[in-house]
T-cell receptor, first 114, second 107 residues
Framework: GAGVSQSPRYKVAKRGQDVALRCDPI?????LFWYQQALGQGPEFLTY????????KSGLPSDRFFAERPEGSVSTLKIQRTQQEDSAVYLC????????????FGPGTRLTVL | RKEVEQDPGPFNVPEGATVAFNCTYS??????FFWYRQDCRKEPKLLMS???SGNEDGRFTAQLNRASQYISLLIRDSKLSDSATYLC????????FGAGTRLTVKP
């Protein structure tokens, strides 16, 4: 069955490089979330979409982080001028309803910034 | 203080043991509560929702104590396959994850 997919699975970037991470949610899911997970920590909320509307971006750590979901389906998380502290696993999750409960996670993108 | 706090463990228990995890939260307006399971280098997966009256799913029992602002997860008759990190999740208006409690079940 088609779950949440993310690409690339692994990304190595040089400091200062821009990266784009893609998330394909489960078809028909209204809500989409991005999380950042550092080693040994739980996922930290970054941002939330309901369809194409970005309703909450309070978790984005800096203005170098930008997310979009222009057609209410696929989402892209972009990180500009990457820094070493951006190294983490970036998880995308989708949920059928707008309440965001019962989220289904993708496998994540492991970003390493050298 | 973090919004959601868990004992990181690790909890090392023998097969067949009963083990319990607690998780405290700071936002009294929180409405939804969940336990997720995360295997090493894998994505989190929903284990169970936590209802006000408490709920049970096989060997797993979840409880909510609103007055003291904590939720708990009890695992009975532990299996080797229960070894994982258990993440507590609280939803006031967006999902807040705890750092996770690591469980290792040994033969």
């Amino acid at each position: 069955g088609a779950g949440v997919s993310q690409s690339p699975r692994y990304k190595v970037a040089k400091r200062g490089q821009d990266v784009a991470l893609r998330c394909d949610p489960i078809s028909g899911h209204v809500s989409l979330f991005w999380y950042q997970q550092a080693l040994g920590q739980g996922p930290e909320f970054l941002t939330y979409f309901q369809n194409e509307a970005q309703l909450d971006k309070s978790g984005l750590p800096s203005d170098r982080f930008f997310a979009e979901r222009p057609e209410g389906s696929v989402s892209t998380l972009k990180i500009q001028r990457t820094q070493q502290e951006d190294s983490a696993v970036y998880l995308c999750a989708s949920s059928l309803n707008s309440d965001g409960n019962e989220q289904f996670f993708g496998p994540g993108t492991r970003l390493t910034v050298l | 203080r973090k919004e959601v706090e868990q004992d990181p463990g690790p909890f090392n228990v023998p097969e067949g043991a009963t083990v319990a995890f607690n998780c405290t939260y700071s936002n009294s307006a929180s409405q939804s509560f969940f336990w997720y399971r995360q295997d090493c280098r894998k994505e989190p997966k929903l284990l169970m929702s936590v209802y006000s009256s408490g709920n049970e799913d096989g060997r797993f029992t979840a409880q909510l104590n609103r007055a003291s602002q904590y939720i708990s997860l009890l695992i009975r008759d532990s299996k080797l396959s229960d070894s994982a990190t258990y993440l507590c999740v609280v939803n006031p208006d967006d999902m807040r994850f705890g750092a996770g409690t690591r469980l290792t079940v040994k033969p």
